[in-house]
């Protein structure tokens, strides 16, 4: 693991979200249910610890009853020279499906690349490059 890795809590669809995150990034899943973690204050099968490891990490979890679920405003994830411009061109198209473009991935005036897309999921990215 290196530097801040986000831990997102979701409403019932961890590892739809992280199946989701795994085909637009690539990498290892490992999903953890609640049965297996001994918990009760959820479903058996919901998610306990989801972990997305490769160029892009997440941790996610199914929130508990008393938990709240994600919710960010004013803080995108910035993927910003995290691959080569052709894999990040990629990860933007792949997240916009079902998405919402909020600003399209296009060169700057200062020359460099980026654009925001908000996921299905309600995650806000901020992808760009340099040339």
Same mark, same amino acid.
């Given at each position: 693991?290196?530097?801040?890795?986000? =831990?997102? =809590?979701?409403?019932g669809n961890a590892r739809e979200a992280l199946d989701f995150y795994r085909e637009v990034f690539g990498g290892e899943l490992t999903l953890l249910t609640y049965g297996?973690?001994?918990r $009760?204050?959820?479903p058996a099968d919901a998610i306990a610890h989801g972990q997305l490891s490769g160029l892009v990490?997440?941790?996610?979890?199914?929130?508990?009853?008393?938990?709240? $679920?994600v919710h960010i405003t004013g803080a995108p994830f910035s993927l910003l020279g995290k691959a080569e411009p052709a894999v990040l061109g990629d990860w933007f198209a792949k997240l916009a499906v079902k998405g919402t473009v909020r600003d399209q991935l296009q060169q700057r005036p200062?020359?460099?690349?980026?654009?925001?897309? $908000?996921?299905? =999921?309600?995650?806000?990215?901020?992808?760009?490059y340099e040339l």
């Open positions: 693991m290196s530097g801040l890795v986000p =831990y997102l =809590y979701f409403p297996e973690f001994k $009760t204050d959820g990490e997440l941790f996610a979890s199914d929130a508990a009853d008393d938990e709240e $679920t200062w020359g460099g690349f980026d654009g925001q897309v $908000t996921d299905r =999921y309600g995650i806000r990215w901020l992808i760009g």
